[in-house]
């Protein structure tokens, strides 16, 4: 089976950012979201700083106010309520004076309880505003060094020439095969392994070429606007050839990498095969030794033997589309390093 490789597949993917693989995992998780929203942020020339805002930060911000809050009305009113007493009055010497001075001593304990809780609870929710603050500013540097690492190491697809566009969505479509064939799951010939390494440097470095191209392009196509001498224009004409070359330059990786993928598509639909004619052909033991104890024993052995003969074709497509996935894994990876 061959694929058409003259022209895109008819089903339009849609191109996904693309990550220098040498940057950490955890740089690309921390960011990934992030640049797909405001991608300019990790343009080359960028130089923007971030100030994030988390959910649990707002949330420890916003409860450490409350109680901050809640804090200060509790003391200012349990102060009032002292100042509104004024000093203890002298009792008389009976047993109603010695219960109203009592209930008056109570009562201010039970303030200067309350006035002692409400600084408490102040003073605790003063503390987490400034933790949470801290988290946030910890938070922010550690964004913001993940930016810096990942500036000049992405390639957002808006960055990009319509053309450029379609040939990266090609270059990804062709990788996500090859990943999701028997060849790369149960690693034949040792592919699995190479593809995990190669696959996405071929990437990302076609998505770097696609990046210098469409900016090359764009600056190109700005300058053949303006007016100019012939002298200019037949400078400019040069220029367009020049990008011409580039970009079939480009598109003959990713036909290279389609070609890699058909053939793992060829090798996923024979080894299916295969599996199907083994379990027949063990079913067909089983059936040859009933039919053997029959008298027609000699016809049916006749008609069930071609089954072992159609196993044996079936490998032998299967060791041929292995060697040829093989060899368009060499022409479409680059040389492992």
């Known amino acids: 089976m061959t694929a ?22 955890s740089v690309v998780h921390m960011v990934a979201d992030l640049a797909d ?49 004024g000093q203890p009055l002298a009792a008389p010497d009976t047993d109603l004076g010695h219960r ?3 209930i008056d001593t109570l009562a201010r304990s039970a303030l200067d309880l309350l006035q ?7 003073a605790a929710g003063a503390c987490c505003a400034v933790v949470a603050v801290g988290f946030q500013a910890s938070q922010n540097r550690r964004m913001n060094k993940a930016l810096g690492q990942a500036r000049g190491h992405y390639v957002h697809p808006s960055w990009l020439s319509a053309d450029a566009v379609q040939l990266l969505s090609r270059a990804q ?26 696959l996405p440097e071929r990437i990302w470095s076609i998505a770097q070429s696609l990046h210098r191209f469409s900016r090359a392009q ?13 002298t200019i224009q037949e400078l400019l004409e040069g220029e367009q050839v020049a990008l011409a070359t580039v970009r079939s330059a480009l598109e003959e990786q990713v036909l290279a990498l389609e070609a890699y993928a058909s053939r793992a598509q060829e090798v996923d639909r024979i080894a299916a095969e295969r599996r199907a004619v083994e ?13 053997a104890e029959t008298a027609a024993s000699t016809l049916a052995v006749g008609e069930i033997n071609p089954l072992t003969e159609k196993a044996s074709a079936v490998a032998a497509s299967l ?8 060899d368009a894994a060499t022409a479409a990876l680059p040389p492992g390093r």
């Open 4 to 25: 058409n490789l003259d022209k895109p597949p008819s089903v339009e993917a849609v191109a996904r950012p693309a990550f220098d693989p040498a940057l950490p995992e």
């Open 37 to 85: 929203a405001v991608p300019q942020l990790l343009a080359d020339d960028s130089t923007e700083t971030l100030t994030v805002s988390s959910t649990e930060g707002r949330f420890i911000l916003g409860k450490s106010f409350k109680a901050v809050v809640s804090g200060v009305i509790v003391s200012a009113g349990t102060w009032l309520a002292e100042h509104l007493l």
């Open 100 to 102: 109203t001075e009592q």
């Open 116 to 122: 002692t809780g409400g600084a408490t609870v102040a």
């Open 173 to 198: 479509q062709a990788a996500d095969t090859v990943l999701c064939s028997r060849l790369h799951t149960q690693d034949m010939e040792g592919l699995g392994a190479a593809n995990r390494v190669q």
């Open 218 to 230: 764009a600056a190109s196509t700005r300058a053949d606007g303006a007016d100019g001498a012939t």
């Open 279 to 291: 379990q027949v052909e063990a079913r067909s033991e089983a059936l040859m030794d009933l039919v």
């Open 319 to 326: 060791a041929e589309a292995l060697s040829a996935a093989k």
